[in-house]
């Protein structure tokens, strides 16, 4: 007798592999590489992502232009990424990881410091200028549009005349320190629901917390 080998129905493997680009979203928490950035104000982006990761157990890899880790949350695919450009190139890692994963651009939400609100507070905005921010500047110019999710944590403007770039660049202090981790753990529950329930439900539950 013949074997009778039957043809299979439906899409091959690769394609059922596929992640619907609908369901994928690119993370990007803003800093600079290297130690002596780590716990600076300038560096919550990616404090912030690196704590999701750390609660996650989820690993960095050094890939093109960035340290790159996936989370898997609810169906969606969340590819968290710090760039390695330094601040001021953030918008060219961005769009290579855009491009090369096929993130539509509404599902990029940029994790950034923001000297224009009190510590802690988080704000996440659809649209707007880079407030004199050199990332989102470049990000801005890389991707030719002032419309792109970003998520702005609040380092507060505490300094005196001319100081702007030591405070930005220096460390939390300790009352800021012991904040931290409530805050960093609701930063991580608004980067969820911003993939799991939608941008606009994300600012109605989370802005000015």
Known sequence: MIPFFGRLIGKKPQEQEEIDPMKKFLIVGLGNMGPKYHNTRHNIGFRIVDYLAEQESLTFETQKLGDVATYKFKGRTFILLKPSTFMNNSGKAVNYWLQKEKVPLENLLVVTDDLNLPFGTLRLKTKGSDGGH?????????????????????????????????????????????????????????IKSFGAAGVNNTMNTFNGK
């Open 134 to 190: 050199n990332g989102l500047k470049d990000i801005q110019t890389q991707l030719n549009t002032t419309t792109y999710n970003r998520f702005r944590f609040g380092i507060s403007d505490e300094f005196s005349k001319g100081r702007q770039i030591d405070y930005v660049l220096g460390e939390w202090d300790e009352e800021e320190e012991a904040k931290m981790p409530e805050r960093l753990k609701t930063s991580v529950e608004l």
